[in-house]
């Protein structure tokens, strides 16, 4: 959208004679200038003027609160860009400025194009930053933390003081470095250096210096940080060597040479990684500040000239960049513009590059301007722009569709993939009430349990109902919402859905399926005990009647597994006598007797660790069906002919919960296989079972398969 207004900014200058000169000066850069002759004043005018768009705060106001203390308490509850405007360059006054989160800082006197270039900057990033923020909070993008170890060392390198955030970094507990050498956990190779580095700080008051060494974490690991201590012996809150360091062993490399600078304009420079530079009309000459250098990426013996800057230019830019010079050169116009370089040393980079002409009694006599590197905003942007086309494909392609509706039933928003699902259009839907597709018999009973959801923020729901398709079919959905009527970004209730109507039809014909299964059961049941009874008479009346010893044992070995199975099947599908039966007694016979069915029942350790409760016998019966089919299924699967293996078969009871559990070391069931989409009638048979006493049943792979079934007593 384009700006209306020009942009306000707030000077706050206590001298009223820089005050007139620099707003007549801004206002001739098209800025609308409010001016404060003090910090008090400056928060007065920022509380009553919501327009303004930037403050340009001298730090020394005279009385009163100083330029530093006002931008800490207007930024206590204003989001302003500062940039500091100051006659005072010492380490000490910039060092103040560091410590707020400010957008620049222009030394007295400069000229009024380095100040308006400055400001475009600073409303630049201060615009790039809160477009940033605040597609990272619609997106749920990551958040970073970046924070600094605070100590207080004496004379004697002690550690008086270490904060407590030295656990999250390096591993510490603060307690276990406080009174303890500095020393301990500096690299060897790095000691010396150190040492005298704290040294030369111990008897200057108010020094200060920053350095970088490699600390050791407390895993014994070495990590770079860097190091920043002041000397406030004399402070008697501190009275010793105020130190902070965080981890910097990522860009190390990459901030060498950026943090060999130690003029104040450099420094300011790598904070903002912005060069400034001057190109004399009349010879031609050059002049870089030493940040131009880095960002180019050559050693500070390099010459520029223009052609020689064009040149660090990809091609597609070149031309651009030059007639965007001839401009400047030749009427004076101003440009701004963003270029793809490659660096001397091979690597691409992105450049914001600000230019204007000077002219000295109506002669142009030099060009000035700034250049910044943006690669790192450009990646952003790309990441920006990649996650947002992600994530619209993600929602056009995922199966559930995802619908906004405010408290009052109004649709406000649709997943494009609903037209691949229920026919409609996304445009169709919107700006219409939500009840018009809820089939009219479920309307009631819908709108009940959305009234429940909408009373409390954050409150969730669950529910089945006919979806009235374009086509004017309906289909069962299950729908899923959550009132988010207070995050400004849904402002309504998120609702996703999906089409279960096979799903329905799928359970009614396992729920028939069970139920003829059950009745076939009980009279193969019926039939096999009584030729098993039978066959296990034959087989006793026919030992008694021989001689051979071994012939004997033979037919009594035979009528001892015959008999087996007609316990297995007796526990199976015999109905309860008792109204509660022993799961220890049950199921450890149960496994037993099934295991020792199979052939490779002697390859097989069995692990029971069954814990002795009580379960009514209506349960018992399913609960011995599912053991049955998993451990039959594992016996089969999960081991080769001649493989050894390990079942574990658990049962416990804690607090009225149930779990069993069936665990192999096994070759494992494939990642496709499960419960709710198996077409195995066991599965299916299993997953049935479950449901009917009330429980879950789930995979867990890994180095075999366990199946854990839970339910409540």
């Known amino acids: 959208m384009q700006r209306t207004r020009p942009r306000t900014i707030l000077l706050v200058e206590d001298e009223a004679g820089n005050t007139s000169y620099q707003k007549l000066a801004l206002e001739k850069c098209g800025y609308a200038v409010i001016t404060a002759d003090s910090g008090n004043k400056a928060l007065e005018f920022v509380e009553m003027s919501p327009d303004i768009d930037l403050i340009l705060m001298d730090i020394d106001l005279g009385t009163g609160i100083d330029g530093t203390r006002a931008a800490e308490l207007i930024l206590q509850n204003h989001d302003l860009p500062i940039v500091f405007l100051s006659g005072h360059t010492d380490p000490e006054t910039v060092a103040r400025t560091q410590e707020i989160t400010s957008y620049g800082y222009v030394a007295k006197p400069s000229a009024i194009t380095v100040v308006d270039a400055t400001i475009k900057m600073a409303l630049r990033l201060f615009e790039a930053n809160s477009r940033v923020r605040q597609s990272e909070a619609k997106q749920t993008a990551m958040a970073s933390n970046i924070a600094d170890v605070i100590v207080i060392i004496d004379r004697d390198a002690i550690n008086q003081y270490t904060s407590l955030n030295v656990e999250k970094w390096f591993g510490w507990k603060p307690e276990e470095l406080v009174g303890t050498s500095v020393w301990e956990r500096v690299h060897p190779d790095d000691l010396q250096a150190t040492q005298r580095f704290i040294s030369t700080l111990m008897t200057d008051a108010g020094a200060g210096a920053t350095t970088e060494y490699r600390f050791r974490c407390s895993n014994g690991n070495y990590t770079w940080v860097e190091m920043t201590v002041v000397n406030l012996f004399h402070d008697r809150a501190i009275c010793g060597l105020l130190g902070n360091y965080h981890d910097i062993s990522q860009r190390k490399q990459a901030q060498d040479a950026l943090l060999k600078s130690q003029s104040l304009l450099n420094e300011m420079g790598r904070i903002a990684k912005i060069g400034g530079w001057r190109v004399d009309l009349q010879t031609g000459g050059s002049e870089w500040t030493r940040e131009l250098y880095a960002i180019h990426e050559v050693d500070l013996s390099f010459v520029p000239t223009v052609e020689k800057v064009i040149e660090f ?73 990649q996650s947002e086309e992600k994530h619209k494909k993600m929602v056009a392609n995922i199966s559930d569709v995802i619908s906004i509706m405010s408290a009052d039933g109004v649709l406000s928003y649709h997943s494009p993939n609903i037209a691949k699902q229920f026919g409609w259009s996304a ?22 349990q959305f009234s429940s959801i909408v009373e409390h923020d954050n409150a969730t729901g669950t529910m089945e109902y006919r979806f009235k398709c374009r086509d004017g079919s309906y289909k069962l959905i299950e729908l899923t919402a959550v009132n988010l ?32 299964r ?23 009346l026919q030992a008694s009647t021989l001689k051979d010893p071994e012939a004997i044992d033979a037919l009594e070995n035979a009528e001892r597994r015959v008999k087996s199975l007609l316990v297995l099947y007796d526990k199976l599908y015999r109905s309860s006598i008792y109204d509660v039966v022993s799961v220890q007694r049950y199921l450890s016979a149960l496994v037993d007797e099934i295991i020792g069915n199979f052939v490779n029942s002697e390859n097989v350790r069995v692990d029971k660790r069954i814990q002795d409760f009580d379960l009514d016998a209506a349960r018992v019966q399913p609960l011995g069906i599912i053991v049955n089919e998993l451990l039959c299924n594992t016996m089969k699967y999960a081991f080769g002919a001649a493989d050894t293996g390990l079942i574990r078969v658990s049962a416990t009871l804690s607090d009225g919960h149930v779990t069993v559990g069936i665990q192999d070391n096994g070759k494992g069931i494939p990642d496709w296989v499960d419960f709710e989409n198996s077409t195995g009638l066991g599965f299916q048979l299993v997953a049935a079972l479950a449901a009917q006493i009330g429980g879950t049943i789930r995979i867990e792979r890994g180095n075999g398969t366990e199946i854990v079934l839970e339910f409540e007593l």
Request: proline residues 3%.
């Open 313 to 385: 230019d990809t091609p597609a830019y070149r031309e651009m960049h030059r007639q965007a010079i001839r401009r400047a050169t030749q009427s004076g116009r101003p440009y701004d513009l963003e270029v793809e370089i490659v660096t001397a040393k091979g690597n691409s980079r992105w450049l914001r590059i600000l230019g204007r002409s000077v002219s000295t009694n109506g002669v142009m006599t030099h060009r000035v301007g700034i250049t910044q590197d943006i690669t790192e905003h450009k990646l952003n942007q790309t990441r920006l722009r």
């Open 427 to 448: 445009e169709e839907l919107a700006g219409t009430s939500g009840w018009d597709t809820v089939h009219p018999d479920d309307l009631q009973r819908v709108q009940q």
């Open 485 to 516: 009527c207070n995050d400004p970004l849904i402002d309504g209730i998120l609702m996703n859905f999906h089409d279960i109507t096979e799903r329905s039809k799928a359970q009614e014909t396992i729920k028939a399926l069970l139920t003829e």
């Open 518 to 540: 059950e009745l076939t059961l009980k009279e193969v049941h019926h039939r096999v005990k009584n030729n098993m009874n039978t066959v296990s008479g034959l087989l006793s």
